[in-house]
């Protein structure tokens, strides 16, 4: 039901602080330690090689669960677009674990990765929205993304939910293994959602920059560097999938390889600057497409900051400002959407679940 929204899109961005809340709960027990399914913590703790197999947004999701994981957990991890993965099979390390990234459950291009690897032995486990589904019934192991239905076909609170869902692994792996963190997932995490929740409070300045950057324009682009990268695939995935606005995600570096040839005078370039250690280059990449005629739009941190970005997000800990700075871009997505009068929960040619390689 979607109450008193106009959109599924909008009520599931609504709900993102909540579902946060609500993985911390589910994944928590009562002495405020991380709750998990001993055989998950032990297949974890003895794969040598994590390979995570996903599509679309859930595949941008496990871009960062492999920053988690390697950074926290220390396992070396691969992140495979599943639909390319079973004719470029890459050579597998002696005890891989399969982790399957899947808001539905039920994507083919994965499922066919699953049958693939369980005839080769090799033990899968499988964080999913949808419990019962077969990406989950066929794994060894099941995580729930504890998010709630979602409706819309462009997935919003499931990406940040599998983030989250990831983080909490990832950590739980590192203390199995006796590995000393400083990191506290369940504060963090807290912190995280309040702070998207004061950023669904800010729609109207959203639609604004909506309005004010993407009005017209056939094409978008959006840079960061580090985690801020695959947020800008997420958010390009985002634009394009319901307001048909043929965007174009890049890292920082990237774009002066070729693709800068593209910008003209007002082109307009999203740019993500929420992390300390590429402030500096990836303003530097902002003046190199402003220079050209960019009309740029900067979304920092609190904290990182400068005169003239157009929106700030709260600070989070900076592992975990993609689950923060994603709301302003999914809200941007959907008023360029709504401003183009398209059909925001069931944009063209696409399906909730897909169901065919
Ligand atoms: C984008 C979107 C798709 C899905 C992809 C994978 O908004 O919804 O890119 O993320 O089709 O779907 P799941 O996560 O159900 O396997």
Do not use: D, K
């Given at each position: 039901e979607k109450g008193t929204y106009p959109h599924f899109m909008l009520k599931e961005i609504d709900e993102q602080p909540f579902v946060i809340r609500k993985i911390i709960q589910e994944y928590k027990n009562e002495n405020d330690e991380i709750k998990l399914d001993l055989d998950i913590r032990q297949a974890m703790k003895n794969c040598d090689r994590i390979y995570i197999i996903a599509a679309g947004t859930s595949y941008h999701a496990g871009l960062l669960g492999k920053q988690f994981i390697e950074k926290l957990a220390n396992i070396p991890v691969e992140v495979h677009v599943a639909s390319e993965f079973?004719?470029?099979?890459?050579?597998?390390?002696e005890k891989p674990l399969f982790l399957f990234i899947s808001q539905?459950?039920?994507t083919a291009d994965s499922r066919s990765v699953l049958v693939q690897i369980k005839e080769l032995g090799h033990p899968a486990l499988t964080l999913t929205?949808?419990?019962?589904s077969t990406l989950s019934r066929e794994a060894n192991y099941t995580m729930h993304?504890?998010?709630?239905?979602?409706?819309?076909?462009?997935?919003t609170k499931a990406y940040t939910a599998q983030m989250a869902v990831l983080a909490i692994l990832a950590v739980d792996t590192a203390r199995a293994k006796g590995l000393e963190l400083e990191f506290d997932p369940m504060q963090e995490l807290g912190i995280a959602a309040n702070a998207m929740e004061a950023l669904t409070d800010q729609k109207e300045e959203l639609e604004e920059l909506a309005r004010e950057?993407?009005?017209?324009?056939?094409n978008c682009f959006f840079i960061g560097r580090s985690v801020d990268h695959y947020v800008g695939l997420e958010g390009s995935l985002k634009l394009k999938e319901i307001s048909y606005i043929q965007a174009e995600g890049f890292a920082g570096g990237e774009l002066k390889h070729g693709t800068i040839a593209l910008i003209e005078d007002g082109t307009p370039v999203i740019a993500l600057a929420t992390q300390e250690n590429v402030n500096y280059s990836i303003r530097g990449n902002v003046q190199e497409v402003e220079a050209r005629g960019a009309n740029s739009l900067i979304i920092s941190m609190k904290g990182l900051d400068k005169e003239g970005d157009a929106f700030v997000i709260p600070h989070v800990h900076h592992l975990l400002t993609p689950l923060v700075s994603v709301i302003p871009l999914q809200l941007i997505s959907y008023y360029a959407a709504l401003h183009r009068d398209c059909d925001v929960d069931k944009p063209r040619n696409l399906a909730k679940s897909v169901t065919v390689e």
């Open positions: 079973s004719y470029n099979m890459p050579l597998l390390s539905s459950g039920e929205n949808v419990p019962g993304l504890h998010a709630g239905p979602e409706i819309a076909v462009a997935s950057y993407l009005p017209t324009t056939r």
